[in-house]
């Protein structure tokens, strides 16, 4: 069909997981997208999520601010990404295009969406083990990675232990990075997962 926009009518997330809104068209030549807007409409209220322009992407909910955007270098595709869903997102969601003709006539189009919230049961992290013992040339850029499976949000800390003193806080990220590895940072690592 012609300048028309595709969805689906429901879109089930995770509580806290990243979830996307699929709204997409086929570029037609002639038309070139003029505004695309999202709105939502829920219990506590509607309003405009985020808004793009010629001149900028705006999320106008401050709720949303920091967790939707919308990609830019895929033409066609206006499908709102929300970083972390929230409980409160749950509602029905509208995705609104508008074209400008080579006349400089203005077409828009509208499809809504369902948005449902699930809450999984939370499950433990389990730590994969890496393996062990690493030997890397000095002066080599090396790194070691936590990987866990369980509920995200997931939060990572990496531990270094000295013999016979107090394990040491060395990162707070999945990987553990040195760009330079150097004979000091020998020793013992582990890491440590934790989630709600």
Partial sequence: AFLDLSGPSEVKGVWKGPTTLPCAYVPVEGFVQETLVWTVA?????GTVFRRDSS?????????RGRVSVPRDTPGNVSLHILSLEISDRGTYACQVTWRASNSSL????????????KVPATKPVIRAGELGLTVPAGARTSLTCVSSGSPPITYRWFRSSPGGP?????????????????????EYFCEAENR
């Avoid at 900028?56 to 949303?64: H, I, N, R, V």
């Avoid at 189009?109 to 919230?117: G, K």
Wanted: charged fraction near 25%; avoid cysteine; hydrophobic fraction near 45%.
């Fill in 42 to 46: 829920r219990d506590q209220g509607s």
């Fill in 56 to 64: 900028s992407d705006q999320a106008l909910l401050a709720e949303y």
């Fill in 107 to 118: 077409m828009a189009r509208e499809i809504a969406m369902r948005v449902d919230v699930i």
């Fill in 167 to 187: 394990a040491l806080l060395v990162g707070s990220q999945a990987e553990l990075a040195w760009d330079s590895a150097q004979p000091p940072d020998s020793g």
